[in-house]
C-alpha cells in the first residue's frame, strides 16, 4: 500500500506554470497579477451522492476539476490555480489503475483551462473529493447574480438538459437509442470560460447551470430581486430531440442539473453584441426578466399560453 507521501509525488505532483511555490511544502504561494481581483470557489464530490462510486475515474477525474472550471466562467473570471483535497478508500489507495486514469482526467481538465495545480490534502476514508479553484478577473468586473435587471434578455448557453438526459438513461428511467450525445454532457462538461470573458462589460447577471435552468434562474432572480418570463419555444432544443418521452425530455430541459452552461441576462440593446459571440458556442435568448414577484417565473408555450411548471414536470426533480 503506497504510503500517503508516495501517492503525492507520483500523482499529484505536476509542473506549475505560473505558481511562486507548488506542491511540497507546508502551502502553495501564488501571486495575481496587478489589478486583478482572486476569485474562489470550492466543490466537493462525494461518491454515490455526486457521482456513482464506479463511475469511469477518468471522466471522474476530468468532471472533479471541471465543475469548478465553470463557477469561474459564471464569474467571468479567468482559471489560474487549484488545490485537490481527497479521501481514497484503501482500495482505491492501491489501485495504480484507477488512480492514473482519475489524474488523467483531472489534469487534461487543468491542461484545457490553464490551471496550475498547487496543493491539496489527501487522506482516507470514503471517497470524496474537493476542489477549491483560484481564478482572476480585473478588478470590479467580476459577473454577479445580483446585477440583473428589469427589462433584460435571459439567454443560456449550448444545449441544457442534455447532461440530465444521459444520467436518466443511465438510471433506466429512459432508453436513449443514441446515448453517445447525452453521456458525454453528463461525463465531460466543457465549461464556458471564453463566453464568460467575453461578457464582461455585457452581460448584467450570470450564474452557472448546476442544479438546473429554473432552480439556477431563480437564484439569479433572487438575488436581483425579480421574476421571469420564459417562452418555450425559444429554448435550446436538443434535449427535446434525443428520442425521450415529452415530459422526461422537458423536466430535463427545465430543470435537469450538471449541465454547466451559462445562463445570463443582458440589456436589448447588447443583442446584436451578444449573437456575435455564437462562434463561441451556441446561445438562446429564452425570455424576459421582469419586475413581477420576486422568483416566480412564468413559462409560456408557442401560443403565448402560460403553463403551471408542475404540469411541466418540474416536480420530477424537485
Ligand atoms: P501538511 O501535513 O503540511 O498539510 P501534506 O503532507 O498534507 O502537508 O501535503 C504535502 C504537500 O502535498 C502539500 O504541499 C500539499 O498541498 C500537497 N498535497 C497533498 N495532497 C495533494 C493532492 N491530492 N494534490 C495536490 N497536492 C497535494
Ligand atoms: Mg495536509
Not at 470590479?140 to 444520467?167: C, E, F, H, K, Y
Not at 471564453?194 to 442544479?211: K, P, T
Not at 421582469?290 to 418540474?314: K, M
Amino acid at each position: 500500500m503506497p504510503s500517503e507521501f508516495d501517492l503525492i509525488a507520483r500523482y499529484f505532483t505536476r509542473p506549475t506554470r505560473h505558481t511562486t511555490l507548488g506542491v511540497g511544502d507546508d502551502c502553495a504561494l501564488i501571486s495575481p497579477r496587478p489589478g486583478m481581483e482572486l476569485v474562489v470557489s470550492s466543490d466537493m464530490l462525494v461518491a454515490d451522492t455526486h457521482f456513482f462510486a464506479d463511475t469511469d475515474p477518468r471522466n471522474l477525474g476530468w468532471k472533479t476539476l471541471a465543475v469548478n472550471v465553470s463557477d469561474l466562467a459564471a464569474m467571468g473570471a479567468e482559471p489560474r490555480w487549484a488545490t485537490l483535497a481527497l479521501a481514497l478508500p484503501a482500495p482505491l489507495a492501491a489501485d495504480e489503475a484507477w488512480l492514473q486514469a482519475f489524474c488523467d482526467g483531472f489534469f487534461a481538465c487543468a491542461e484545457a483551462y490553464g490551471v496550475d495545480v498547487v496543493g491539496g490534502d489527501t487522506t482516507r476514508g470514503p471517497l470524496n473529493l474537493c476542489v477549491t479553484i483560484f481564478g482572476e478577473v480585473p478588478a470590479g468586473q467580476a459577473l454577479r447574480r445580483n446585477g440583473a435587471r428589469a427589462g433584460d434578455d435571459i439567454w443560456v448557453s449550448g444545449t441544457p438538459g442534455m447532461a440530465a438526459l444521459g444520467l436518466a438513461h443511465l438510471q433506466g428511467r429512459v432508453s436513449l437509442v443514441h446515448p453517445e450525445s447525452c453521456l458525454d454532457a453528463l461525463h465531460k462538461p466543457q465549461p464556458r470560460i471564453a463566453l464568460g470573458l467575453a461578457l464582461r462589460g455585457l452581460a448584467h447577471g450570470a450564474i452557472d447551470v448546476s442544479d438546473g435552468l429554473l432552480a439556477d434562474l431563480g437564484h439569479i432572480l433572487a438575488a436581483s430581486g425579480l421574476a421571469a418570463c420564459l417562452h418555450l419555444p425559444q429554448m435550446p432544443s436538443a434535449a427535446l430531440n434525443q428520442g425521450a418521452p415529452a415530459e422526461i425530455a422537458l423536466s430535463c430541459l427545465l430543470a435537469g442539473g450538471d449541465d454547466y452552461e451559462l445562463l445570463f441576462t443582458a440589456p436589448l440593446g447588447r443583442r446584436d453584441t451578444i449573437q456575435q459571440l455564437e462562434h463561441l458556442c451556441p446561445l438562446h435568448r429564452i425570455g424576459t426578466l421582469t419586475s413581477g414577484s420576486v422568483g416566480e417565473i412564468q413559462l409560456l408555450d408557442a401560443n403565448n399560453i402560460s403553463v403551471p411548471l408542475a404540469q411541466r414536470g418540474f416536480d420530477h426533480f424537485a
